[in-house]
């Protein structure tokens, strides 16, 4: 029997590793769903992945989107009754400039949050952070107080810089837009998304969870010293759980499990004695902040329960790159 329908939502970056998880689980429920990806200019994307999906085509609308042009997501969250805003410009190669990158992800951001003012029907945005926005505190256990030091980033160029310094200022920058004017925001800070995937491609977040097995690539983070994963489906699971709680306020991190790199590397021994030789040949070369460890207390606090372990993170992602001739 189909879900009772429970109104349209908007999901920007549907054409994602957490976008498209997202777009799946919201027609499940029974939502109708209004999703922007952004087109190519030479290449026609081929998004059957979303088109295909159960309920896809009599509640799934896609739109062409770019966060260049903010006023374009405007058509896709006219009637919503609330945003995910998911995309965001990645470049961990430093192809654009720092202050490239972030202008662009901070205006896109803010016409999207006018859009959702003027729309006069979005409740709530749930927007999608990073746990890069909380790096580099000193303090043993990292809550939603904390912020990344931006200058200190800037200083020590760590991997993933810039990535990490738009993240930062763009969510700053949402907040502060959301209280001028008076704009029910709430952010999801997740870890390292780890599970399976519907999406053709491998997801990066993937990509460099499986680092130890696939290999190295110069444009994936690298192991830090300290990991922290949450499978795709507890993230989808949050922010949809954000959206329909109506005391969800301010910042909330998803983080299910922390285990150093030396421990992850003896449980994938141990779980996937196949991929040993990959596995003893890896070695390391992080130049990732110390992370201390991330505190989920006050999303768990609201009632949210994580479902899943590494076992699944790691099961259901090899199980997807197996299925792709990936591994």
Request: include cysteine; charged fraction near 25%; charge should be neutral.
């Amino acid at each position: 029997m189909e879900q009772e329908k429970k109104g349209k939502v908007c999901v920007t970056g549907g054409s994602g590793y957490l976008g498209s998880w997202m777009i799946m689980k919201l027609l499940q429920l029974g939502y109708s769903v209004n999703t922007t990806i952004r087109s190519h200019p030479d290449l026609k994307r081929d998004v059957s992945y979303l088109t295909n999906l159960p309920n896809a085509p009599e509640r799934l609308h896609i739109f062409n989107a770019d966060l260049h042009k903010p006023e374009s997501f405007n058509i896709a969250i006219e009637g919503c009754i609330g945003v995910f805003h998911v995309a965001h410009p990645i470049d961990f190669e430093d192809k654009e400039t720092e202050e490239t990158i972030t202008q662009r992800s901070i205006d896109g951001i803010i016409g999207i949050l006018q859009a959702c003012l003027e729309s006069q029907t979005v409740k709530r945005v749930v927007y999608t952070s990073s746990a890069a926005t909380v790096l580099g505190d000193s303090s043993n256990i990292v809550d939603e107080s904390s912020w990344t030091d931006v200058d200190l980033i800037r200083t020590l160029k760590p991997f993933a810089s810039s990535y990490t310094i738009s993240k930062t200022l763009t969510e700053k920058a949402a907040l502060k837009f959301a209280e001028k004017n008076g704009i029910d925001l709430v952010t999801v800070i997740p870890t390292w998304i780890n599970g399976p995937f519907i999406t053709p491609q491998i997801p990066g977040s993937v990509r460099s969870s499986l680092e130890m097995i696939l290999g190295h690539q110069s444009n994936i983070i690298k192991y830090p010293p300290i990991v922290p994963f949450v499978h795709v489906d507890d993230v989808t699971n949050a922010h949809i759980f954000l959206l329909e709680n109506p005391n969800a306020k301010g910042r909330y991190i998803c983080s299910a499990v922390e285990i150093t790199r030396e421990k992850l590397a003896q449980f994938l021994l141990t779980r996937y004695p196949e991929f040993q030789k990959q596995i003893t040949e890896y070695t390391w070369t992080s130049r990732e902040l110390k992370r201390s460890s991330l505190s989920s207390k006050k999303l768990l606090e609201t009632g949210f329960k994580y479902k899943y372990g590494l076992e699944e993170m790691f099961d259901g992602a090899i199980d997807c790159c197996k299925q792709r001739d990936m591994l």
